[in-house]
């Protein structure tokens, strides 16, 4: 029996780790692009080993979905292959039960569900606070890449400022909207054209700005257009940006995501309504992905027999289907987490249940065959 558990190990590990390989380099690379494509275009000089300090700081957060992916993927190919070979049939022949040919692959699975627990609940959470930091230092390191060509740029929390045009610290046809706590824009600016030159030591920028033209709202409503006053008009000013209230505003307006989980459980007694549902929305979170790898093995360790193919492409394409069903409620979830009617705290189980009562009917009907 050694032999065999041997041999199921080695063969759902070595294919496992193939396939976390594969997926973890294409939701790595995705990542990259989605979040510090923007920075690298505007900072051509950052020094490659950010970039590869910023792929070890994504990877964290893209196991939390590979692993179990992987894990189904390499189960689908390997007991398809296997039943294909006809192996299956061979060793129930010698009267070993298909639950004792699967217990390794059970204790992988716990094992696994280990890992994606501490990934959820620690490596990631501060993975992401890491990326966020790294994302900061690398534009801040170079502040006018903040501001690109036909863009608003709205980092800063009470000012909203659009670029028409930019050539490397030269700036055209600039609007800059002073904004209200209740994100009312109180005061306008503009100019055809400014200077802007980074001014680190005071934490801020300095927005030199020529022909600008100011516009003033009612403070009490400045939400009526009828009464805008028009300002003076300057040859030439400067307007300061402070770069100490982005850097606030980075660090207080946080993702869930990068809370750990004694974070979480401190969040919890402090918030409440929307804000609370959010925060135990993503608590159960943690718990429920954690599982995925023992639900995918009761399901998947059934529908690799019954497809009975070794094909590589027919096994992907399964796991494809069966990973996609399973992480579609936990995006739902994510899609309500704020919307008490909907039960997100709940619905974010729902894929765990499904598939374990699935995949143990599977499971058990396999075993009697």
């Known amino acids: 029996m050694k032999i065999i558990d041997r041999y199921v190990a080695s063969g759902v590990l070595l294919t496992a780790i193939i396939g976390v390989l594969i997926l973890s380099l294409v939701l790595v690379l995705g990542n990259i692009f989605k979040e510090l494509l923007n920075v690298l275009i505007n900072n051509p000089d950052v020094p490659i080993l950010t970039v590869l300090s910023f792929m070890a700081l994504v990877l964290p957060f893209s196991l939390t979905f590979t692993i179990p992916w992987g894990f189904l993927t390499a189960l689908l190919l390997f007991f398809g292959r296997m039943s294909?070979?006809?192996?299956?049939?061979?060793?129930?022949?010698?009267?070993?039960?298909?639950?004792?040919?699967?217990?390794?692959?059970?204790?992988?699975?716990?094992?696994?569900?280990?890992?994606?627990?501490w990934i959820n609940v620690d490596v990631a959470p501060k993975a992401?606070?890491?990326?966020?930091?790294?994302?900061?230092?690398?534009?801040t390191n170079n502040p006018v890449s903040l501001?690109?060509?036909?863009?608003?740029?709205?980092?800063?929390?009470?000012?909203?400022?659009?670029?028409?045009?930019?050539?490397?610290?030269?700036?055209?046809?600039?609007?800059?909207?002073?904004?209200?706590?209740?994100?009312?824009?109180?005061?306008?600016?503009?100019?055809?054209?400014g200077i802007l030159t980074p001014d680190i030591e005071n934490s801020r920028l300095l927005l030199r700005l020529f022909d600008a033209r100011f516009e003033q709202r009612d403070s009490a409503k400045p939400d009526d257009l009828t009464k805008i006053q028009q300002g003076i008009v300057m040859r030439e000013g400067v307007f300061p940006l402070q770069l100490d209230?982005?850097?606030?505003?980075?660090?207080?307006n946080r993702r869930l995501s990068s809370y750990t989980l004694p974070d979480l459980?401190?969040?919890?007694?402090?918030?409440?309504?929307?804000?609370?549902?959010?925060?135990?929305?993503?608590?159960?979170?943690?718990?429920?992905?954690?599982?995925?790898?023992?639900?995918?093995?009761?399901?998947?360790?059934?529908?690799?027999?019954?497809?009975?193919r070794k094909e590589t492409s027919v096994g992907f394409g399964i796991s494809l289907v069966v990973a996609f069903s399973y992480f579609f409620f936990i995006i739902m979830a994510d899609t309500f987490r704020g919307h008490a009617g909907a039960f997100p705290q709940f619905l974010?189980?729902?894929p765990n249940l499904l598939f374990f009562a699935l995949g143990g009917w599977l499971f058990l009907r396999l075993a009697k065959r």
């Open 265 to 308: 459980f401190d969040l919890l007694s402090k918030t409440e309504g929307k804000k609370h549902l959010e925060t135990l929305v993503e608590f159960n979170k943690r718990f429920s992905t954690a599982l995925s790898c023992i639900a995918f093995a009761l399901i998947a360790i059934p529908l690799g027999v019954t497809t009975h």
């Open 245 to 252: 209230k982005f850097f606030k505003q980075t660090q207080t």
């Open 348 to 350: 974010i189980w729902t």
């Open 128 to 139: 992401e606070q890491a990326m966020t930091r790294a994302i900061v230092d690398i534009a």
């Open 84 to 117: 294909a070979d006809s192996e299956l049939i061979a060793l129930k022949s010698s009267g070993v039960s298909i639950p004792r040919i699967c217990l390794p692959v059970f204790a992988i699975a716990i094992a696994l569900s280990m890992v994606c627990f």
């Open 147 to 193: 501001f690109r060509p036909d863009e608003v740029v709205d980092q800063f929390p009470d000012r909203r400022v659009y670029v028409g045009g930019k050539e490397g610290n030269h700036l055209k046809n600039i609007l800059v909207f002073e904004m209200n706590d209740d994100q009312y824009p109180t005061k306008m600016v503009y100019a055809r054209e």
